[in-house]
């Protein structure tokens, strides 16, 4: 009511963490299992895990730590070297461990694991069952113990100041990049291409200031340097830089893709007369590119500047897409209908009042759509099959969404 979202969100997190502890009831097994079950939770580099230890069936604690891995690494190797270091420090070892992975040595270390218990012990991912529900509730108090150290510890306010620190050292600013800006382009071949801007303020995202752009310069086939020289236009232009709905001038602008998004960019920019640092964030290494230097500049992997920068640009290729799907599927609901011959405004009105959305309509058959009053059988036939052809051109869409949002080997710049 207060809109005093920050406070709400540390409440949000408080709840969320006394709800957890709930998850500490015992679990009892039908049999005298002795297994130890460990669920994970990862953040940056840091992690949380949890180790439910069941002896003759029943949990008799749950142990919890604070790891220096987390979305650094993949989850095999977080998950393997636990495992390894944990067991290597305990003599309490039972017949089987649960993770929530495949591991590719799990045989190997379910050997070592035998050896030092004099016993058989195995490495074991359950899929179903009390095993399985016991491990999601280790991961969600792996969550929980995490979250307690980030607050108590102040984690995520830190690793943004770190960001940012690094982030103006690596990039040779004159200052910490409180204002960050960044644009992505989506389309697919060429059609409704539109652009985004996501704005992150003091390291997080600051919502009320995104902006979304339908590409205007642009037919036919896609071109991601024209669409980004557009957006970055419109949004510098002296009308726009005076309008306080946009903001202030930003430290530090962020465009997706290598140097020739960057030299689009600093092309546009140039020609408003404009002196705003830039830098391409391409996708593949994840180099940042910078206009001073040939040679692309790689922040250190795991570092809070490099998941800073790549949240930044992840978050605009998401606001992006999902502008390009929202335009595309209205284009799709309003025409479809008009494709169809002997479908004219007074039977589309009909149809679409007698089922009363685009969703009911798409679920219905031949004669459910024949069943409206003033529709002939046969044009009722025509309907379906071609809500039937849209259907498969909308999962081909989600498809080419899904290999990236390409289209001729381009849709959306640096991504």
């Known amino acids: ?6 406070r709400a969100g540390r409440i ?23 297994i130890d079950v460990v669920g994970f939770f990862r953040e940056e580099t840091i992690a949380g895990a949890c180790v439910f230890v069941v002896r003759d069936g029943r949990t008799q604690r749950s142990c919890e730590f604070i790891l ?24 309490d070892i039972p017949s089987e461990v649960n993770v929530a992975c495949e591991l590719a040595d799990a045989e190997l270390i379910g050997a070592w694991l035998t050896e030092r218990r004099g016993r058989v012990c195995r490495v074991h991912r359950p899929q179903r069952g009390e095993k399985h529900r016991l491990l999601e509730t280790a991961e969600r108090n792996a969550r929980h113990a995490l979250m307690r150290y980030m607050m108590r510890t102040g984690y995520a306010d830190d690793r943004t100041n770190q960001a940012l620190l690094q982030l103006e050292s690596a990039l040779a600013l004159p200052a910490p990049p409180l204002r960050i800006e960044c644009f992505d382009i989506s389309t697919i ?7 985004s801007m996501v704005v992150f303020t003091n390291g997080k995202p600051d919502k009320s200031q995104y902006r979304r752009f339908k590409i205007r310069s642009i037919t036919g086939e896609a071109n991601d340097f024209l669409s980004m020289q557009e957006v970055l236009g419109r949004r510098y232009a002296p009308e726009r830089m005076a309008d306080e709905r946009f903001g202030a001038r930003p430290d530090l602008l962020v465009v997706d893709g290598g140097k020739p998004q960057l030299t689009a960019a600093l092309t546009q920019l140039e020609g408003l007369g404009l002196d705003i640092p830039v830098c391409g964030l391409a996708k593949a290494d994840e180099e940042v590119f910078v206009p001073w230097d040939e040679t692309p500049v790689v922040l250190p992997n795991g570092s809070a500047s490099l998941y800073l920068i790549k949240q930044v640009r992840d978050e605009a290729h998401r606001f992006a897409i999902t502008f390009h799907r929202e335009l595309r599927g209205k284009a799709m609901t309003v025409s479809v209908l008009d494709e169809v011959e002997g479908v004219g405004p007074t039977r589309k009105r009909a149809i679409m009042r007698h089922f009363g959305s685009m969703k009911k309509l798409r679920a219905a058959s031949a004669g459910e759509i024949a069943a409206v009053k003033g529709v002939p059988r046969h044009v009722a036939e025509d309907v379906y ?15 080419d969404d ?8 381009r849709a959306g710049s640096g991504s």
């Not at 009511?1 to 920050?6: A, I, P, R, S, V």
């Not at 071949?189 to 652009?195: E, L, M």
Request: without cysteine.
């Open 385 to 399: 099959r071609t809500l039937r052809a849209w259907d498969a051109e909308r999962e081909a869409g989600r498809a």
């Open 1 to 6: 009511e207060e809109l005093d979202f920050e």
């Open 402 to 409: 899904r290999s990236g949002e390409r289209a001729d080997g």
């Open 189 to 195: 071949h060429g059609a409704f291409t539109v652009a």
């Open 68 to 91: 220096d891995k987390g979305l650094d690494v993949s989850e095999e190797e977080l998950v393997g070297g636990f495992i390894k270091r944990y067991y290597d420090e305990t003599s």
């Open 12 to 34: 949000k997190r408080r709840l969320e963490v006394i709800n957890g502890l709930d998850d500490r009831q015992q679990v009892v097994f039908p049999s005298r299992v002795d």
